[in-house]
Protein backbone atom coordinates (compact mmCIF):
# COMPACT_ATOMS: atom_id res chain seq x y z
CA UNK A 1 0.00 0.00 0.00
CA UNK A 2 0.80 3.72 -0.74
CA UNK A 3 2.65 5.38 1.91
CA UNK A 4 1.82 8.96 0.72
CA UNK A 5 -1.33 11.22 -0.03
CA UNK A 6 -2.68 14.61 -0.92
CA UNK A 7 -4.24 14.63 2.77
CA UNK A 8 -4.46 12.74 5.56
CA UNK A 9 -7.26 12.80 8.10
CA UNK A 10 -6.90 11.31 11.31
CA UNK A 11 -10.14 9.79 12.35
CA UNK A 12 -13.25 7.94 10.51
CA UNK A 13 -16.20 9.36 12.25
CA UNK A 14 -18.83 11.56 10.81
CA UNK A 15 -16.36 14.76 10.46
CA UNK A 16 -13.50 12.65 8.85
CA UNK A 17 -15.33 11.19 6.55
CA UNK A 18 -17.01 14.40 5.78
CA UNK A 19 -13.63 15.82 4.75
CA UNK A 20 -12.24 12.57 3.24
CA UNK A 21 -15.40 12.74 0.82
CA UNK A 22 -15.08 16.35 0.09
CA UNK A 23 -10.99 15.51 -0.75
CA UNK A 24 -12.13 12.60 -2.85
CA UNK A 25 -14.58 14.50 -5.17
CA UNK A 26 -12.15 17.50 -5.41
CA UNK A 27 -9.57 14.53 -7.17
CA UNK A 28 -7.49 14.39 -4.08
CA UNK A 29 -5.99 10.85 -2.93
CA UNK A 30 -6.90 10.79 0.72
CA UNK A 31 -5.63 7.90 3.56
CA UNK A 32 -7.96 7.69 6.29
CA UNK A 33 -6.09 6.64 9.56
CA UNK A 34 -8.21 5.55 12.24
CA UNK A 35 -7.54 3.12 15.53
CA UNK A 36 -10.28 0.91 15.41
CA UNK A 37 -11.78 -1.48 12.84
CA UNK A 38 -13.88 -0.91 9.90
CA UNK A 39 -16.75 -2.18 12.18
CA UNK A 40 -16.39 1.72 13.72
CA UNK A 41 -16.82 3.68 10.57
CA UNK A 42 -18.89 6.59 11.24
CA UNK A 43 -17.26 6.81 15.21
CA UNK A 44 -19.74 8.05 17.29
CA UNK A 45 -22.54 9.41 14.92
CA UNK A 46 -23.52 6.37 14.56
CA UNK A 47 -24.82 5.91 17.88
CA UNK A 48 -26.59 8.94 17.69
CA UNK A 49 -30.43 9.93 17.88
CA UNK A 50 -29.37 11.76 14.45
CA UNK A 51 -30.88 15.54 15.46
CA UNK A 52 -29.30 18.06 13.47
CA UNK A 53 -30.35 22.05 14.03
CA UNK A 54 -32.24 23.49 10.97
CA UNK A 55 -33.33 27.16 10.55
CA UNK A 56 -36.35 27.92 9.12
CA UNK A 57 -36.86 24.54 7.56
CA UNK A 58 -39.92 23.24 5.42
CA UNK A 59 -40.69 20.82 8.73
CA UNK A 60 -40.75 23.77 10.98
CA UNK A 61 -42.94 25.68 8.45
CA UNK A 62 -45.61 23.12 7.96
CA UNK A 63 -45.84 23.15 12.39
CA UNK A 64 -46.20 26.77 12.38
CA UNK A 65 -43.01 27.72 13.60
CA UNK A 66 -41.92 30.66 12.89
CA UNK A 67 -37.99 30.67 12.82
CA UNK A 68 -35.45 33.14 11.36
CA UNK A 69 -31.58 33.03 11.21
CA UNK A 70 -31.94 36.35 13.34
CA UNK A 71 -33.26 34.40 15.72
CA UNK A 72 -31.34 31.31 15.88
CA UNK A 73 -28.35 33.80 15.97
CA UNK A 74 -29.71 35.46 19.05
CA UNK A 75 -30.50 32.42 20.57
CA UNK A 76 -27.39 30.89 19.73
CA UNK A 77 -25.25 34.45 21.27
CA UNK A 78 -27.17 34.34 24.63
CA UNK A 79 -26.82 30.76 24.97
CA UNK A 80 -22.97 30.59 24.25
CA UNK A 81 -22.39 33.39 26.67
CA UNK A 82 -18.51 34.31 24.58
CA UNK A 83 -16.81 36.46 26.70
CA UNK A 84 -12.79 35.47 26.17
CA UNK A 85 -10.68 37.33 24.15
CA UNK A 86 -10.28 33.57 22.47
CA UNK A 87 -14.02 33.38 21.74
CA UNK A 88 -13.13 35.44 18.28
CA UNK A 89 -12.71 32.51 15.74
CA UNK A 90 -15.38 30.79 17.68
CA UNK A 91 -18.13 33.86 17.59
CA UNK A 92 -16.68 33.47 13.59
CA UNK A 93 -17.62 29.87 13.24
CA UNK A 94 -20.79 30.17 15.44
CA UNK A 95 -22.36 32.89 13.05
CA UNK A 96 -21.20 30.76 9.91
CA UNK A 97 -22.56 27.66 11.22
CA UNK A 98 -26.38 29.54 11.78
CA UNK A 99 -25.85 30.62 8.34
CA UNK A 100 -25.56 27.13 7.28
CA UNK A 101 -27.80 25.77 9.15
CA UNK A 102 -30.71 28.24 7.78
CA UNK A 103 -29.63 27.97 3.86
CA UNK A 104 -27.91 25.29 2.34
CA UNK A 105 -27.58 22.77 5.14
CA UNK A 106 -30.91 20.55 4.44
CA UNK A 107 -30.33 20.74 1.13
CA UNK A 108 -27.15 19.59 0.97
CA UNK A 109 -27.56 16.66 2.83
CA UNK A 110 -31.24 16.45 0.64
CA UNK A 111 -29.20 15.83 -2.50
CA UNK A 112 -27.19 12.66 -0.71
CA UNK A 113 -30.46 10.95 -0.05
CA UNK A 114 -31.11 11.77 3.76
CA UNK A 115 -34.72 12.53 5.62
CA UNK A 116 -35.94 14.35 8.42
CA UNK A 117 -38.87 12.81 10.84
CA UNK A 118 -41.58 15.46 10.20
CA UNK A 119 -42.29 16.39 13.74
CA UNK A 120 -39.14 19.07 14.51
CA UNK A 121 -38.20 18.41 18.36
CA UNK A 122 -37.75 21.55 21.43
CA UNK A 123 -34.82 20.96 23.13
CA UNK A 124 -32.74 23.58 25.59
CA UNK A 125 -36.09 25.52 26.11
CA UNK A 126 -33.85 27.62 28.09
CA UNK A 127 -36.82 29.41 30.35
CA UNK A 128 -34.56 32.73 30.81
CA UNK A 129 -34.89 36.46 29.41
CA UNK A 130 -35.39 36.46 25.33
CA UNK A 131 -31.46 36.99 25.44
CA UNK A 132 -30.69 34.22 27.59
CA UNK A 133 -30.06 30.69 26.78
CA UNK A 134 -32.25 28.01 25.19
CA UNK A 135 -34.07 27.75 21.55
CA UNK A 136 -36.92 30.05 21.02
CA UNK A 137 -38.36 27.69 19.12
CA UNK A 138 -38.18 24.04 17.65
CA UNK A 139 -35.36 23.33 15.81
CA UNK A 140 -34.48 19.57 16.78
CA UNK A 141 -34.65 17.77 13.31
CA UNK A 142 -34.09 14.16 13.66
CA UNK A 143 -32.57 12.00 10.84
CA UNK A 144 -35.01 8.98 9.61
CA UNK A 145 -32.74 6.54 10.27
CA UNK A 146 -31.19 8.54 13.51
CA UNK A 147 -27.27 8.20 13.81
CA UNK A 148 -27.06 5.55 10.84
CA UNK A 149 -29.00 8.07 8.66
CA UNK A 150 -26.74 10.45 8.82
CA UNK A 151 -23.57 8.02 8.34
CA UNK A 152 -25.07 6.07 5.48
CA UNK A 153 -24.28 9.22 2.75
CA UNK A 154 -20.53 9.80 3.25
CA UNK A 155 -20.07 6.07 4.17
CA UNK A 156 -21.29 5.39 0.37
CA UNK A 157 -19.42 8.30 -0.94
CA UNK A 158 -16.19 6.68 0.81
CA UNK A 159 -17.12 3.54 -0.46
CA UNK A 160 -17.35 4.82 -3.77
CA UNK A 161 -14.10 6.65 -3.34
CA UNK A 162 -12.09 3.80 -2.27
CA UNK A 163 -13.25 1.82 -4.90
CA UNK A 164 -11.42 4.24 -7.32
CA UNK A 165 -8.30 4.64 -5.15
CA UNK A 166 -9.29 8.03 -4.06
CA UNK A 167 -9.83 6.81 -0.65
CA UNK A 168 -7.76 4.44 1.05
CA UNK A 169 -8.66 3.52 4.69
CA UNK A 170 -6.05 2.62 7.46
CA UNK A 171 -7.82 0.66 9.77
CA UNK A 172 -6.15 -0.64 13.37
CA UNK A 173 -3.41 2.49 12.60
CA UNK A 174 -2.82 4.02 15.62
CA UNK A 175 -1.26 7.85 15.26
CA UNK A 176 1.20 8.44 17.97
CA UNK A 177 2.82 11.84 16.94
CA UNK A 178 2.43 14.65 13.91
CA UNK A 179 5.40 14.87 11.45
CA UNK A 180 6.69 18.36 11.17
CA UNK A 181 8.73 19.52 8.45
CA UNK A 182 9.72 23.29 8.45
CA UNK A 183 7.46 23.94 10.42
CA UNK A 184 4.65 22.52 8.44
CA UNK A 185 2.40 19.30 9.26
CA UNK A 186 3.55 16.71 6.27
CA UNK A 187 2.38 13.45 7.57
CA UNK A 188 1.86 10.84 10.85
CA UNK A 189 2.88 8.01 12.93
CA UNK A 190 2.45 5.28 14.72
CA UNK A 191 1.51 1.71 15.76
CA UNK A 192 -0.13 -0.70 14.03
CA UNK A 193 -2.82 -2.84 15.98
CA UNK A 194 -3.41 -6.14 15.70
CA UNK A 195 -7.10 -7.18 14.21
CA UNK A 196 -9.70 -7.19 16.03
CA UNK A 197 -13.41 -8.57 15.73
CA UNK A 198 -15.41 -6.96 18.60
CA UNK A 199 -18.74 -5.36 17.86
CA UNK A 200 -19.07 -1.38 17.51
CA UNK A 201 -18.28 0.24 20.77
CA UNK A 202 -16.90 -2.49 22.64
CA UNK A 203 -13.21 -2.10 23.91
CA UNK A 204 -10.56 -3.37 21.36
CA UNK A 205 -7.01 -4.37 21.81
CA UNK A 206 -4.66 -2.56 22.28
CA UNK A 207 -1.49 -4.94 21.75
CA UNK A 208 0.81 -3.34 18.55
CA UNK A 209 2.06 -5.57 15.93
CA UNK A 210 3.93 -3.17 13.93
CA UNK A 211 4.41 0.31 12.89
CA UNK A 212 3.70 2.76 10.06
CA UNK A 213 4.59 5.96 8.83
CA UNK A 214 2.63 8.35 6.34
CA UNK A 215 3.21 11.57 4.20
CA UNK A 216 1.05 14.24 2.92
CA UNK A 217 1.02 17.84 2.26
CA UNK A 218 -1.71 17.86 4.60
CA UNK A 219 -2.90 16.58 8.01
CA UNK A 220 -6.39 16.98 8.89
CA UNK A 221 -7.42 15.89 12.41
CA UNK A 222 -11.14 14.47 13.04
CA UNK A 223 -10.24 12.39 16.43
CA UNK A 224 -13.09 13.50 18.87
CA UNK A 225 -13.73 14.56 22.35
CA UNK A 226 -12.65 13.41 25.59
CA UNK A 227 -15.71 11.66 26.74
CA UNK A 228 -14.64 8.32 27.27
CA UNK A 229 -11.55 9.57 29.61
CA UNK A 230 -12.55 10.04 33.06
CA UNK A 231 -9.63 11.23 34.17
CA UNK A 232 -9.21 13.72 31.35
CA UNK A 233 -12.83 14.63 32.11
CA UNK A 234 -12.01 15.74 35.38
CA UNK A 235 -9.08 17.06 34.82
CA UNK A 236 -10.59 19.67 32.82
CA UNK A 237 -13.46 20.20 34.87
CA UNK A 238 -14.12 23.88 35.53
CA UNK A 239 -14.99 25.29 39.21
CA UNK A 240 -18.32 26.74 37.81
CA UNK A 241 -19.72 23.62 37.58
CA UNK A 242 -18.55 22.40 41.18
CA UNK A 243 -16.27 19.84 42.23
CA UNK A 244 -16.08 16.58 39.37
CA UNK A 245 -18.41 14.06 39.98
CA UNK A 246 -16.95 10.86 41.67
CA UNK A 247 -19.05 8.75 39.93
CA UNK A 248 -20.05 9.55 35.88
CA UNK A 249 -21.40 7.10 33.55
CA UNK A 250 -19.80 7.01 29.80
CA UNK A 251 -21.81 8.15 27.32
CA UNK A 252 -19.10 7.28 24.85
CA UNK A 253 -17.05 4.35 24.18
CA UNK A 254 -13.72 4.32 25.89
CA UNK A 255 -11.56 4.79 22.63
CA UNK A 256 -12.79 8.37 23.11
CA UNK A 257 -9.68 8.86 24.87
CA UNK A 258 -8.77 12.31 23.95
CA UNK A 259 -4.94 10.89 23.04
CA UNK A 260 -4.66 12.53 19.69
CA UNK A 261 -5.63 15.81 21.15
CA UNK A 262 -2.27 15.74 23.39
CA UNK A 263 -0.37 14.67 20.44
CA UNK A 264 -1.89 17.73 18.27
CA UNK A 265 -0.84 19.93 21.38
CA UNK A 266 2.42 18.71 21.51
CA UNK A 267 3.16 19.34 18.44
CA UNK A 268 2.38 23.11 18.99
CA UNK A 269 -1.72 23.21 18.03
CA UNK A 270 -3.27 26.08 20.23
CA UNK A 271 -6.01 24.51 22.00
CA UNK A 272 -8.39 26.72 23.73
CA UNK A 273 -11.54 26.56 25.90
CA UNK A 274 -10.21 23.13 27.05
CA UNK A 275 -12.45 23.38 30.60
CA UNK A 276 -15.90 23.94 28.15
CA UNK A 277 -17.56 20.93 28.24
CA UNK A 278 -21.18 19.22 27.97
CA UNK A 279 -21.94 16.48 30.00
CA UNK A 280 -25.80 15.50 30.69
CA UNK A 281 -27.79 14.83 33.60
CA UNK A 282 -30.41 12.66 32.67
CA UNK A 283 -27.94 9.17 32.31
CA UNK A 284 -28.61 6.01 33.46
CA UNK A 285 -26.90 2.79 33.73
CA UNK A 286 -27.62 0.76 30.29
CA UNK A 287 -28.84 -2.68 31.66
CA UNK A 288 -27.60 -4.10 28.66
CA UNK A 289 -23.93 -2.16 27.77
CA UNK A 290 -22.16 -2.49 25.12
CA UNK A 291 -18.86 -0.02 26.56
CA UNK A 292 -17.75 -0.29 30.02
CA UNK A 293 -19.94 1.71 32.57
CA UNK A 294 -22.24 2.29 29.22
CA UNK A 295 -24.88 5.04 30.16
CA UNK A 296 -28.03 6.41 28.25
CA UNK A 297 -29.89 9.69 28.29
CA UNK A 298 -33.14 9.89 29.22
CA UNK A 299 -34.61 12.51 26.27
CA UNK A 300 -37.37 13.97 28.76
CA UNK A 301 -40.43 16.08 27.86
CA UNK A 302 -41.35 18.98 30.44
CA UNK A 303 -43.66 17.31 33.24
CA UNK A 304 -41.40 15.05 35.36
CA UNK A 305 -40.76 16.55 39.03
CA UNK A 306 -37.01 16.87 39.78
CA UNK A 307 -35.61 16.40 43.15
CA UNK A 308 -31.85 16.21 44.35
CA UNK A 309 -30.36 13.91 46.08
CA UNK A 310 -31.77 15.65 49.52
CA UNK A 311 -35.33 15.44 47.95
CA UNK A 312 -35.58 19.17 47.26
CA UNK A 313 -37.09 20.36 43.68
CA UNK A 314 -34.92 21.71 41.62
CA UNK A 315 -35.76 25.67 41.02
CA UNK A 316 -36.61 27.04 38.06
CA UNK A 317 -36.00 27.39 35.39
CA UNK A 318 -34.28 23.95 36.07
CA UNK A 319 -37.21 21.58 34.31
CA UNK A 320 -36.73 18.80 32.37
CA UNK A 321 -35.39 19.60 28.83
CA UNK A 322 -34.74 23.43 29.68
CA UNK A 323 -31.42 23.86 30.55
CA UNK A 324 -28.66 21.33 31.07
CA UNK A 325 -25.40 22.41 32.25
CA UNK A 326 -27.63 24.78 34.62
CA UNK A 327 -29.02 21.58 35.91
CA UNK A 328 -26.07 20.31 36.19
CA UNK A 329 -24.20 22.85 38.12
CA UNK A 330 -27.22 23.17 40.72
CA UNK A 331 -26.84 18.96 41.24
CA UNK A 332 -23.16 19.15 41.87
CA UNK A 333 -23.60 22.50 44.04
CA UNK A 334 -25.91 20.17 46.05
CA UNK A 335 -23.23 17.99 47.36
CA UNK A 336 -24.27 15.15 45.50
CA UNK A 337 -23.34 13.91 41.70
CA UNK A 338 -26.81 12.12 41.38
CA UNK A 339 -30.12 13.27 41.27
CA UNK A 340 -34.27 12.02 40.74
CA UNK A 341 -37.34 11.96 38.21
CA UNK A 342 -40.57 11.46 40.26
CA UNK A 343 -43.56 10.95 37.72
CA UNK A 344 -46.48 8.39 36.53
CA UNK A 345 -46.97 5.89 33.71
CA UNK A 346 -49.24 8.26 31.95
CA UNK A 347 -45.86 11.07 31.53
CA UNK A 348 -43.05 7.98 31.03
CA UNK A 349 -45.63 6.67 28.67
CA UNK A 350 -45.47 10.37 26.29
CA UNK A 351 -42.26 11.96 27.46
CA UNK A 352 -39.41 9.49 27.63
CA UNK A 353 -37.15 8.68 24.84
CA UNK A 354 -33.78 7.07 25.11
CA UNK A 355 -31.15 8.69 23.62
CA UNK A 356 -28.88 6.73 20.65
CA UNK A 357 -29.29 4.75 17.48
CA UNK A 358 -29.64 1.26 19.19
CA UNK A 359 -32.46 2.66 21.54
CA UNK A 360 -35.26 3.57 19.07
CA UNK A 361 -35.72 0.97 16.44
CA UNK A 362 -38.42 2.22 14.87
CA UNK A 363 -36.76 5.82 13.97
CA UNK A 364 -33.51 3.42 13.02
CA UNK A 365 -35.15 0.98 10.92
CA UNK A 366 -37.22 3.52 8.82
CA UNK A 367 -40.50 1.45 9.95
CA UNK A 368 -43.12 4.08 9.83
CA UNK A 369 -45.78 1.43 11.61
CA UNK A 370 -43.39 1.47 14.52
CA UNK A 371 -43.46 4.84 14.95
CA UNK A 372 -47.13 5.23 14.70
CA UNK A 373 -47.12 2.28 17.54
CA UNK A 374 -45.51 5.21 19.87
CA UNK A 375 -48.91 6.90 20.02
CA UNK A 376 -51.04 4.26 20.61
CA UNK A 377 -49.27 1.79 22.61
CA UNK A 378 -50.37 1.29 25.96
CA UNK A 379 -47.06 1.42 27.34
CA UNK A 380 -44.03 3.08 26.56
CA UNK A 381 -41.99 2.76 24.01
CA UNK A 382 -40.41 -0.90 23.89
CA UNK A 383 -36.56 0.55 25.00
CA UNK A 384 -38.04 2.66 27.75
CA UNK A 385 -40.28 -0.16 29.37
CA UNK A 386 -37.12 -2.19 29.08
CA UNK A 387 -35.35 0.12 31.27
CA UNK A 388 -38.70 0.36 33.50
CA UNK A 389 -38.09 -3.13 34.00
CA UNK A 390 -34.51 -4.23 33.83
CA UNK A 391 -32.59 -0.61 34.88
CA UNK A 392 -30.80 -0.67 37.73
CA UNK A 393 -31.98 3.50 38.31
CA UNK A 394 -36.04 2.88 38.07
CA UNK A 395 -38.20 1.85 40.90
CA UNK A 396 -41.92 1.47 40.40
CA UNK A 397 -44.36 1.69 43.21
CA UNK A 398 -47.90 2.22 44.34
CA UNK A 399 -48.23 4.70 46.72
CA UNK A 400 -45.54 7.27 47.48
CA UNK A 401 -44.11 6.41 50.71
CA UNK A 402 -43.63 2.79 48.97
CA UNK A 403 -41.46 4.99 46.29
CA UNK A 404 -39.43 7.13 48.77
CA UNK A 405 -38.49 3.93 50.70
CA UNK A 406 -37.58 2.36 47.43
CA UNK A 407 -35.16 5.63 46.17
CA UNK A 408 -33.15 5.85 49.77
CA UNK A 409 -32.69 1.80 49.52
CA UNK A 410 -31.46 2.20 45.76
CA UNK A 411 -28.87 5.31 47.40
CA UNK A 412 -28.16 3.92 50.32
CA UNK A 413 -29.38 6.33 52.60
CA UNK A 414 -32.35 7.92 54.27
CA UNK A 415 -32.23 11.72 53.04
CA UNK A 416 -35.49 11.52 51.61
CA UNK A 417 -38.67 11.87 53.68
CA UNK A 418 -41.26 10.89 52.21
CA UNK A 419 -43.67 13.81 54.21
CA UNK A 420 -41.56 16.18 52.34
CA UNK A 421 -41.69 15.35 48.95
CA UNK A 422 -45.15 14.48 49.36
CA UNK A 423 -45.80 18.26 50.38
CA UNK A 424 -44.27 19.50 47.03
CA UNK A 425 -45.81 16.88 44.80
CA UNK A 426 -49.05 18.22 46.31
CA UNK A 427 -48.66 21.87 45.96
CA UNK A 428 -47.53 21.54 42.12
CA UNK A 429 -50.52 19.07 42.23
CA UNK A 430 -52.77 21.88 43.14
CA UNK A 431 -51.91 24.51 40.65
CA UNK A 432 -53.57 22.36 37.91
CA UNK A 433 -57.03 22.54 39.58
CA UNK A 434 -57.04 25.86 37.12
CA UNK A 435 -55.77 26.91 33.56
CA UNK A 436 -53.61 30.05 35.71
CA UNK A 437 -50.91 29.13 37.49
CA UNK A 438 -47.88 30.73 39.44
CA UNK A 439 -45.70 27.17 38.81
CA UNK A 440 -43.71 27.86 36.12
CA UNK A 441 -43.15 24.31 34.91
CA UNK A 442 -47.02 24.07 34.93
CA UNK A 443 -47.05 26.97 32.72
CA UNK A 444 -44.09 25.00 30.75
CA UNK A 445 -46.27 22.31 30.39
CA UNK A 446 -49.48 24.39 29.09
CA UNK A 447 -47.03 26.08 26.34
CA UNK A 448 -45.15 22.87 25.31
CA UNK A 449 -48.51 21.68 24.52
CA UNK A 450 -49.52 24.63 21.89
CA UNK A 451 -47.17 23.80 19.68
CA UNK A 452 -48.54 20.80 17.63
CA UNK A 453 -45.52 18.54 17.48
CA UNK A 454 -45.08 18.25 21.52
CA UNK A 455 -49.29 17.61 22.27
CA UNK A 456 -48.60 15.28 19.68
CA UNK A 457 -46.02 12.85 21.08
CA UNK A 458 -43.97 14.50 23.76
CA UNK A 459 -46.07 16.16 26.10
CA UNK A 460 -48.37 14.21 28.67
CA UNK A 461 -52.19 16.05 29.10
CA UNK A 462 -51.31 17.80 32.80
CA UNK A 463 -53.07 15.74 35.33
CA UNK A 464 -51.77 14.90 39.15
CA UNK A 465 -49.12 13.55 40.10
CA UNK A 466 -50.91 11.38 42.72
CA UNK A 467 -53.64 10.39 40.85
CA UNK A 468 -53.93 6.59 40.93
CA UNK A 469 -55.44 6.53 37.58
CA UNK A 470 -52.23 7.38 35.71
CA UNK A 471 -50.25 5.14 37.84
CA UNK A 472 -47.78 3.24 39.22
CA UNK A 473 -45.44 6.48 40.74
CA UNK A 474 -42.07 5.86 39.01
CA UNK A 475 -38.76 7.14 40.50
CA UNK A 476 -35.33 7.29 38.54
CA UNK A 477 -32.33 7.96 39.57
CA UNK A 478 -30.08 10.28 37.06
CA UNK A 479 -26.67 10.03 36.81
CA UNK A 480 -23.87 12.47 35.56
CA UNK A 481 -23.21 11.30 31.87
CA UNK A 482 -20.13 12.36 29.73
CA UNK A 483 -20.28 13.22 26.17
CA UNK A 484 -19.39 16.36 24.27
CA UNK A 485 -16.11 18.68 24.32
CA UNK A 486 -17.07 22.14 23.33
CA UNK A 487 -13.18 23.27 23.36
CA UNK A 488 -10.39 22.64 20.88
CA UNK A 489 -7.95 23.69 18.88
CA UNK A 490 -8.04 27.11 17.75
CA UNK A 491 -9.37 27.40 13.84
CA UNK A 492 -9.36 29.84 11.00
CA UNK A 493 -12.42 29.73 9.06
CA UNK A 494 -10.74 27.39 6.67
CA UNK A 495 -10.42 24.54 9.86
CA UNK A 496 -6.63 25.53 9.97
CA UNK A 497 -4.68 25.20 12.87
CA UNK A 498 -3.15 27.89 14.91
CA UNK A 499 0.25 26.86 16.80
CA UNK A 500 1.09 28.17 20.14
CA UNK A 501 2.64 31.70 18.74
CA UNK A 502 -0.82 32.42 17.11
CA UNK A 503 0.40 31.65 13.89
CA UNK A 504 -1.17 28.99 11.35
CA UNK A 505 0.74 25.97 11.27
CA UNK A 506 0.98 24.98 7.71
CA UNK A 507 -0.98 21.85 6.27
CA UNK A 508 -2.67 21.13 9.86
CA UNK A 509 -6.40 21.22 9.60
CA UNK A 510 -8.43 20.14 12.80
CA UNK A 511 -12.32 19.65 12.81
CA UNK A 512 -15.21 18.13 14.48
CA UNK A 513 -14.32 17.68 18.64
CA UNK A 514 -11.24 18.02 18.44
CA UNK A 515 -12.04 21.79 16.94
CA UNK A 516 -14.38 22.21 19.79
CA UNK A 517 -16.81 21.42 16.50
CA UNK A 518 -14.87 24.37 14.70
CA UNK A 519 -12.94 27.75 15.92
CA UNK A 520 -11.92 26.13 18.99
CA UNK A 521 -15.03 26.44 20.59
CA UNK A 522 -18.31 27.97 18.64
CA UNK A 523 -20.67 26.34 21.04
CA UNK A 524 -19.02 28.60 23.87
CA UNK A 525 -20.28 27.58 26.84
CA UNK A 526 -23.22 25.81 26.16
CA UNK A 527 -25.20 24.37 23.43
CA UNK A 528 -28.22 24.28 21.46
CA UNK A 529 -28.53 20.57 20.77
CA UNK A 530 -28.76 19.45 17.81
CA UNK A 531 -25.44 20.91 16.81
CA UNK A 532 -22.93 18.49 17.29
CA UNK A 533 -23.21 16.24 14.52
CA UNK A 534 -23.86 19.68 12.30
CA UNK A 535 -21.09 20.92 13.60
CA UNK A 536 -18.72 17.89 12.24
CA UNK A 537 -20.50 18.30 8.91
CA UNK A 538 -19.48 21.68 8.87
CA UNK A 539 -16.14 21.32 10.24
CA UNK A 540 -15.46 18.70 7.52
CA UNK A 541 -17.15 19.81 4.64
CA UNK A 542 -15.12 23.46 5.29
CA UNK A 543 -11.60 21.13 5.94
CA UNK A 544 -11.96 19.30 3.19
CA UNK A 545 -12.81 21.84 0.69
CA UNK A 546 -10.01 24.39 2.30
CA UNK A 547 -7.61 21.36 2.17
CA UNK A 548 -8.38 20.41 -1.34
CA UNK A 549 -7.47 23.77 -3.02
CA UNK A 550 -4.25 24.10 -0.76
CA UNK A 551 -2.76 21.03 -2.04
CA UNK A 552 -1.53 20.70 -5.03
Known sequence: MADTADVIVVGAGLAGLVAATELADAGKRVIVVEQEGPQSLGGQAFWSLGGLFLVDSPEQRRLKIRDSFELAWQDWQGTAGFDRDEDDWPRRWAQAYVQFAATEKRDWLRAMGHRIFPVVGWAERGGYDALGHGNSVPRFHISWGTGPGIVEPFERRAREAERSGRITFRFRHRVDALTLTNGAATGVSGAVLEPTEVKRGETSS?????????????VIVASGGIGGNHDLVRQNWPSRLGAPPQRMVAGVPAHVDGRMIGITEAAGGRLINRDRMWHYVE????WDPIWPNHGIRILPGPSSMWFDARGQRLPSPLY???DTLGQLAYIMASGNDYSWFILTQSIIKKEFALSGSEQNPDLTSKSWRMTLKRATNKGAPGPVEAFKRHGADFIVRDTLEELVAGMNALAGSDLLAAGDIRRQIEARDRELDNPYVKDTQVMGIHNARRYLGDKLIRTAKPHRILDPAHGPLIAVRLNILTRKTLGGFETDLDARVFGSDRQIIPGLYAVGEAAGFGGGGMHGY????????????????TAGRAAAKAVA
Open 283 to 286: GLHN
Open 206 to 218: RTVIGEFALSAQA
Open 320 to 322: PGY
Open 526 to 541: RALEGTFLGGCLFSGR
